[in-house]
Structure formats: structure tokens, C-alpha cells
């Protein structure tokens, strides 16, 4: 592709800044530029001439319909389409959008996950537009950005508490950069790099297996003879068939405005990743939904299937979404930068303290941040970071806090040059920080990675959290600094007091190590091994009051959000053991029954032939096959009553957490035996018997 086709394609569907500049009167894209930067609200002239040029705009550009495309708690995206035709007074038709149209919106709020802030009987809901975030065109209609609300003013949907948080850390933030001498910053805003992981199978097998149509990840399947142990996928040279799909990823993200840059194959048979370029916290987390939204209507263009859950195949490495998360301002600095002396550095320090401060006393809602069924069977292997949130800083940056906390002077070693050993490359500049795959918050230069999001999950839940946990610490840290008479003195006993409070939470070590398991304990840390465990604690008093505080969520939106995601939780469990309950009966039962009979029939048929031929002719492999089959069959049979019987029971535990808990301690153990028990038997029935794809045929589908 020519680079000036590349740069025309860029952004062409996006009703961007400079499509803006362009149409828009002077003093509206003024007023709009104003209230992108500020969040302050528009004035009605204002949405007219916007709502005009951007229908004009739309259509031009072969949008026939529009619609207000929000995030509910389902954690994907939804939209009702409305076509810009209306009827005139002589019966013909007028194109019509008008500010309303673009301003707000309504929905029936009950249909979608309110955890009881909307009632059956009580539809109402509105979506309102975020002019903060680009409005695009996809699939033929106007694709407009907007946060959504009960008919009482509560946030239900992913994008109002991450608006909420953003202005709650940019004010935070503001008194901090005041403070060092810094008015020239009008605006602090997080920014946000989401990789993408997903697998990619072949259409074919994906509609022979009925889990990963209604789960999206394999109940049953043993492990292939080879996975990923000779790491041969790992960056490995891209299938032409993928290839092809990348391609029109890239393209079709590129003309959404999405900064798409890296592609490239992942650790496990069939996995890929997607990194973009940062963007803005707001404009990084709708992106990412689109992201995924368009790796999967691509797929199916090519005859394949992307999958975006966390573990759909046991036996190999499952997908995250690793959140980079940095500060920037409104001058193009960013404040997690540490420069050449970051000892010297006591903005960055101070910075760089308040998420340290922010992640161990908010170890619980990190965590929670990411919970879900599916991520509970992905972290904790040797693939993900371990349940036990710790932050990663390297040895270096570590050493400048351990000085600063002793009152020393930190003698920074030069840096070295890695010696490469072949002339024809350049000399490289060794990195004083190593990474740590298995830190869950790592520090990797200017920016905190945050390695426990999962594949699937809309990243503005980790992203709200995010800012408001630092939000809190900056907010603490200025109301001692605006008090003191001595601002280096109190900075220098605030930090050094910040880093003997917290380095408990700092760990560069091996975060899969039972001794880390141990340790952390010692420290005091947290550790809750699922979603179940973790998620009771959303309410807990302090949490309450720091989403308070900050004006990010009220009571009563948190107690409805934690009563989604345990709700959640048990209809994904739920939904997996009625799915395994059919593919046991109908499809692995028959299978193994089937493959017993042939077995039956071939070992009659020796012992006919040989009274009729009067030979010793042995059948043991066939004798060993049935005891080992009718052995594991009798165990299966037993396994499936079990499971059923414990399914009939789930409607009898009252409440979602005890609902959860009982998918946790009961529906998971059956479903467990069930699976290992099935998994044996496929290594024992013969192909031509097992019409079920095996992992084998699934990882390995697409072939060149």
C-alpha cells in the first residue's frame, strides 16, 4: 500500500479534530475543542451545527443510519440504529438529525445488568453523548460515543465511572504539578496501550464444538501431542491465511482512527497479539472494544474464528490483555518519564510513589478490576501473573528509593553498552530495567503494566480503578504538601515516609515461586485465588468512601455492580455445566459406547475364528481397551448424575453470592472430574469414532 493511500485511509470514517476543523463554524469548533479538553458542556447553537456537519459528513460517506453506541455491563458494546430518513408534510422524505438526536438518546435500561437499579417495570434509560470521544462510521451507519444512565442518574454501563475518574485524577493531579511551579498544565489525563491476544481457528472446526460456540472456550479436550513447548510459534513467520486477515484488520482499524502497530504470533499454537499506539484513557478504551469487535467480524470474512476468552484451550497458554498504563499532560510530558537521573527527579519520585501507594492499599480492587470466570482458570499458571498483586520496579529504580529512604546519595552506575557480536548491527543501549513476565504491575520505563486484564474484558473497569486509587494518593500527598512551610523539607519526609510504608508491595522476583507465595503472606498482602473470593470485597468501607470521595461511583452503584459480576460469574458456570451435560450425553457418550461395541465385535470375532480354526489367537489389546474404557465409562456415567443432580441444586441457593459460591465449591469440582475423565477416554476411542474436533484439529486448523 502507497504511503499517501495509507495516510488517506487514516482516520477517514472518524468525525475527527480535523474533519471538525473543517466544517464546523470557527466559534463551534472552538467550543468544541474547549469541551473535549475541559469536559465542560456544550452549548445548544453549538450541538446544532455539530449534529448538521455530522450528518452531512456521515452521509457523504455512505452512513444511511446513526446510532448511540454505549458500553452496558454485559462488557460489550450495544447500539439501536436509526435511519436519518423521515417523512415530510407531502409524503416524501427529508434527512433529518437533530441536536437531540445527537445530545441523548433512550434505551430500555432493564434489559440490560443494573445488579436491582432498574426494576422489570421500570424501562427507562438514556445514553448521552461523550463529545469527548471521536464519533466514527461503521457498517453503513453514524456511530456516536456515549455514556449511559438509569432513569435515576446512576452510572450502568463501563464508560461514566472512567469519565468520572478521569476528571477526579486530572484535579488530583493539577494541585500536585502546581505545587512544583507547573501552571503552564491545564490537563492531566491517563493514557492507555492495550495489546490484544486472542486465538485464531478455523470456521469449520469451531461449529462442530459446541462449547466454544456457547462459551467460548473447550469443556472437554486432551492435551495434543505437541503444544507450545518448542516455542516454534512464538514470532514465528505469519500464515498466509492469517496473514490476509491482519491485513484487513489493520485496515480496517486505521480507517477507525485506531493506531494499530503491532502484529505478531503469541507464545501458544494459533495465538496472535495486537498492540496500537497510546491513546488518551477514554479514546483508548472505546478503541479497544472496537479492536475486538473488528478482529471478530473479520474473521468470519475469512472463514475463521477469533476467540477473546481468557483460557479456550487448557493445555496451553491462555490470552491477556496487558493495560500499559502513563500520565501525560496537556504539554506533551509525561509524568512517569524518569529522565537520565531520576534520583534527581522529585516530581517523578512523587509520581512514581503515589501508584505505588495506590496499588498496596488498593490491592483488593486491582484485583477485582480484573475478575471473571474465565480469567480465574488463566491467572496463577506459569503464563500469567499469580493472583497476588506485587509491583515490579527493577533493581535500579528500586536502589534509588532504598537510597532516598536512607538519606543517602545514590551513586548511579553508568549505563552499559550490550555487546552484540556481530559488527553488521549497531551497539544497543542496555536498559538499566529488565521486565518481569510475572509481575502483575510492572514498571517498564515511563509506564506501569498492568499484566492480570484479561483478553476479553473492556479494559475501562482496570483503567477507573487505575485513576482513582492514584487519584486518592496525589489527593493525600497535596493536602500535606499545600500545608507545609517548607515544601523540599516536607517533600523529602513524605516521601521517604510514603516508600518505608509501602515497599512491602515491591517484589523483582520470580512472582510464580511458592517462596513469593509465602512471602507475601509474611508482608501482608492479599491474595484471593477467584473472582468469588475477591469480589465481596468491591464494598468494603474504605472502598465505599474512596469512590465517594472522588465522586467516581456512589454506594449504591457499587453495591449494583458487584451483584452483575457475581451474577455474572454464576450464569457463565451455569451456562458451561448445562453445555457440558449435553456434549457428555449426546456427543461422548455415544462415542464411547460406539467405540466399545467395535472393540466387543472384533474380540468375538477372534475367539469365532479361533474355536473354528482351533488357534491360540490372542485378544488382549482388545481386553485391555475394554476394562480401561467400561472402567472410565462407569466413572463418566456416574460423573454426568452427579453434575445434573448439583445443577438442580443451584436453584436453591438464595442470592448471587451464594450462587457463586456454589458454581465455585460444587458446579466447577463436578465439571472438573467430568472433564478429566472425558479427556482420558478421547485418548483412548478411535479417530473414526470421536467426531468431536480435538485439540489437535482445532489449534493446528489453519494450515498455511
Known amino acids: 500500500m502507497e504511503s499517501k493511500k495509507l495516510t488517506e485511509m487514516f482516520g477517514s ?23 473535549m479538553k475541559n469536559g465542560s458542556a456544550l452549548p445548544l447553537p453549538h450541538i446544532r451545527a455539530v449534529a448538521k456537519a455530522m450528518k452531512e459528513w456521515a452521509i457523504e460517506n455512505g ?85 449511559f444512565c438509569s432513569y435515576g442518574g446512576e452510572a450502568i454501563d463501563k464508560k461514566t465511572p472512567l469519565l468520572r475518574s478521569t476528571e477526579a485524577f486530572n484535579t488530583q493531579a493539577l494541585r500536585i504539578l502546581k505545587l512544583f511551579g507547573n501552571e503552564k498544565v491545564k490537563k492531566v489525563i491517563p493514557s492507555v496501550g492495550a495489546e490484544q491476544e486472542y486465538f485464531l481457528i478455523d470456521k469449520s472446526v469451531y461449529e462442530k464444538r459446541i462449547d466454544l460456540i456457547h462459551c467460548g472456550r473447550t469443556l ?19 500464515k498466509s491465511r492469517v496473514s490476509a486477515f491482519m491485513k484487513e484488520v489493520d485496515e480496517e482499524l486505521w480507517k477507525l482512527g485506531v493506531y ?62 496487558h493495560d500499559n498504563w502513563s500520565i501525560t499532560t496537556d504539554t506533551g510530558e509525561n509524568l512517569l518519564e524518569p529522565g537520565e537521573t531520576p534520583e534527581k527527579n522529585a516530581q517523578f519520585i512523587l509520581f512514581l510513589m503515589a501508584v505505588i501507594k495506590a496499588v498496596d492499599e488498593y490491592q483488593d480492587l486491582l484485583r477485582i478490576s480484573v475478575s471473571s470466570a474465565g480469567n480465574d482458570l488463566r491467572l496463577g499458571a506459569d503464563e500469567a501473573p499469580p493472583v497476588i498483586v506485587s509491583v515490579y520496579l527493577g533493581d535500579e529504580l528500586q536502589a534509588v528509593l532504598s537510597a532516598i529512604e536512607a538519606g543517602e546519595i545514590y551513586n548511579a552506575k553508568k549505563k552499559t553498552e550490550l555487546k552484540i557480536g556481530v559488527s553488521a548491527l549497531p551497539a544497543i543501549p542496555k536498559d538499566t530495567t529488565d521486565r518481569n513476565r510475572t509481575s502483575p504491575f510492572a514498571f ?28 486518592e494518593s496525589l489527593s493525600q500527598f497535596a493536602d500535606v504538601l499545600e500545608n507545609a512551610t517548607d515544601f523540599n523539607a516536607e517533600l523529602d519526609k513524605l516521601i521517604k515516609k510514603t516508600i518505608k510504608a509501602h515497599k512491602r508491595i515491591i517484589f523483582n522476583g520470580n512472582s510464580y515461586s511458592k517462596e513469593w507465595a509465602k512471602e507475601a503472606k509474611r508482608r501482608g498482602l492479599s491474595a484471593y485465588p477467584t473472582t468469588v473470593d475477591a ?78 480354526s482351533d488357534s491360540k489367537l490372542h485378544y488382549n489389546l482388545e481386553k ?12 463418566f456415567s456416574t460423573a454426568i448424575d452427579n453434575l445434573e443432580i448439583d445443577i438442580e441444586g443451584l436453584s436453591k441457593a438464595v442470592g448471587t453470592l451464594k450462587k457463586a ?29 470421536y467426531n468431536i474436533p480435538t485439540y489437535e484439529d482445532i489449534l493446528y486448523s489453519v494450515k498455511y
Open 260 to 321: 494499530a502497530k503491532t502484529k505478531h504470533n503469541e507464545v501458544a499454537p494459533a495465538q496472535h497479539e495486537l498492540a496500537p499506539v497510546y491513546a488518551s484513557v477514554n479514546i483508548a478504551c472505546d478503541q479497544n472494544q472496537l479492536t475486538m469487535e473488528t478482529l471478530k467480524s473479520v474473521a468470519h470474512k475469512h472463514d475463521l474464528v477469533c476467540l477473546l476468552h481468557e483460557k479456550p484451550f487448557a493445555s496451553v497458554n491462555g490470552s491477556g490483555k
Open 13 to 35: 470514517m472518524v468525525f475527527n479534530d480535523k474533519v471538525m476543523r473543517e466544517r464546523l463554524p470557527k466559534a463551534t469548533y472552538d467550543a468544541v475543542s474547549t469541551a
Open 624 to 635: 485391555s481397551l475394554i476394562f480401561k474404557l467400561s472402567n472410565l465409562a462407569d466413572k
Open 63 to 147: 452512513a444511511t443510519h446513526y446510532t448511540h453506541w454505549f458500553q452496558p455491563m454485559t462488557g460489550i458494546t450495544a447500539e439501536k440504529h436509526d435511519a436519518f430518513i423521515n417523512p415530510d408534510s407531502n409524503g416524501d422524505m427529508i434527512l433529518k438529525f437533530s441536536a437531540h438526536s445527537l445530545e441523548s438518546g433512550e434505551s430500555d435500561a432493564s434489559s440490560f445488568p443494573t445488579g436491582g437499579l432498574r426494576a422489570t417495570f421500570e424501562a427507562r434509560g438514556y445514553t448521552a453523548w461523550d463529545p469527548t470521544s471521536y464519533a466514527f462510521i461503521k457498517d453503513g451507519s453514524l456511530h456516536i460515543p456515549t455514556a
Open 220 to 238: 472437554f479436550g486432551a492435551r495434543p501431542s505437541k503444544g507450545q513447548e518448542l516455542n516454534d510459534h512464538y514470532y514465528g513467520a505469519i
Open 444 to 471: 517498564t520505563g515511563n509506564k506501569f503494566e498492568f499484566r492480570m486484564v484479561g483478553s476479553s474484558q473492556n479494559i475501562s473497569c482496570p483503567n477507573f480503578i487505575l485513576n482513582t486509587i492514584v487519584a
Open 535 to 612: 469480589l465481596p470485597h468491591y464494598v468494603d468501607d474504605k472502598n465505599v468512601k474512596l469512590f465517594e470521595k472522588h465522586k467516581v461511583l456512589n454506594k449504591s452503584e457499587m453495591n449494583s455492580r458487584m451483584e452483575i459480576l457475581l451474577e455474572n460469574y454464576a450464569n457463565i458456570i451455569h451456562i458451561e455445566a448445562l453445555t457440558m451435560l449435553d456434549m457428555a450425553r449426546k456427543e461422548i457418550t455415544p462415542a464411547v459406547i460406539g467405540y466399545q461395541s467395535f472393540i466387543f465385535e472384533e474380540a468375538n470375532l477372534k475367539r469365532e475364528f479361533a474355536k473354528r
Open 661 to 689: 459460591q456454589y458454581c465455585k465449591n460444587v458446579l466447577i469440582k463436578d465439571m472438573i472430574t467430568l472433564r478429566d475423565l472425558a479427556d482420558d477416554m478421547e485418548l483412548l476411542i478411535g479417530k473414526k469414532f
